[in-house]
C-alpha cells in the first residue's frame, strides 16, 4: 500500500521567510505525488504534482516541491512567505487500481506572522 | 464551468436520521470519489467510482452508500446518521489517469447531535 507522512501539524514562519513543508511517501511503485492547499472554509486545490523524470516540479504562487528517491521524500518550498499562503498544506499519493484514488497525509497548518 | 458542486454546504442531522449529500461535476469525468475530513486525519476516501453504473469502497465506507447512474452525478447516502460521521465531506471528480488533478467541491460540514 501507498502511503504519505507529513512531519509537523503546525508550521509557523515569519513574513518573506522560506517556508518548508516536508513529506515523506512511500510506495513499492514510482509514485504519483501531489501537494494540494486547503485555504479556510474551501475545498482543496492543486499547488504541484510530481512528473516522472523530474525532480523538481514548480507549481502555482511560487512554491516548487523537490523529488528525492534517495530519500523517498517530496517536499514542499517557498523562497519567501506572504500572509496570504495561510493555510493548509495535504500532501498526497495516487494508488494504483484504478480510479485516481488519493491517499492523503495528515495535513500542515501553516501560519504566516507579520 | 462551475466545477464540482456540492449541496448543501452545512446539515444538522439528528442520531439515526438518513440524508443524501449531493455531488455534481460538468466536467464530463470518468471518475468520481467521496472523502470525508477529520481534525489530524486528513482526507480519508469513502467510496469512489469509475464510471456510470460503477462504484466502489473506499478506506472508510461503513456507514455510507453510493450510487453512480449519470456520469454527472455522484450522490453519497447516509443510511443511519452516527455521531461520529460528523465531519466535512468532499467530492471530487478526475480524469482517467492516476497523474491527473482532482477537482474538489467546497465540502458540506456535517454535524450529527
Known amino acids: 500500500a501507498q502511503s504519505v507522512t507529513q512531519l509537523g501539524s503546525h508550521v509557523s514562519v515569519s513574513e518573506g521567510a522560506l517556508v518548508l513543508l516536508r513529506c515523506n511517501y512511500s510506495s513499492s511503485v514510482p509514485p504519483y505525488l501531489f501537494w494540494y492547499v486547503q485555504y479556510p472554509n474551501q475545498g482543496l486545490q ?23 528517491k534517495s530519500e523517498t521524500s517530496f517536499h514542499l518550498t517557498k523562497p519567501s512567505a506572504h500572509m496570504s499562503d495561510a493555510a493548509e498544506y495535504f500532501c498526497a499519493v495516487s494508488s494504483t487500481g484504478g480510479g485516481n484514488k488519493l491517499t492523503f497525509g495528515t495535513g500542515t497548518q501553516l501560519k504566516v506572522e507579520l | 464551468n462551475a466545477g464540482v ?41 469513502i467510496h469512489y467510482s469509475v464510471g456510470a453504473g460503477i462504484t466502489d469502497q473506499g478506506e472508510v465506507p461503513n456507514g455510507y452508500n453510493v450510487s453512480r447512474s449519470t456520469t454527472e452525478d455522484f450522490p453519497l447516502r447516509l443510511l443511519s446518521a452516527a455521531p461520529s460521521q460528523t465531519s466535512v465531506y468532499f467530492c471530487a471528480s478526475t480524469q482517467r489517469g492516476r497523474n491527473t488533478e482532482a477537482f474538489f ?4 460540514r456535517l454535524t450529527v447531535v
Open chain 2, 105 to 108: 467541491g467546497q465540502g458540506t
Open chain 1, 46 to 68: 492543486l499547488l504541484l504534482k510530481y512528473t516522472t523524470g523530474a525532480t523538481l516540479v514548480k507549481g502555482i504562487n511560487g512554491f516548487e516541491a523537490e523529488f528525492k
Open chain 2, 5 to 45: 458542486t456540492q449541496t448543501p454546504k452545512f446539515q444538522v442531522l439528528k442520531t439515526g436520521q438518513s440524508m443524501t449529500l449531493q455531488c455534481a461535476q460538468d466536467m464530463n469525468h470518468e471518475y468520481m470519489s467521496w472523502y470525508r475530513q477529520d481534525p489530524g486525519m486528513g482526507l480519508r476516501l
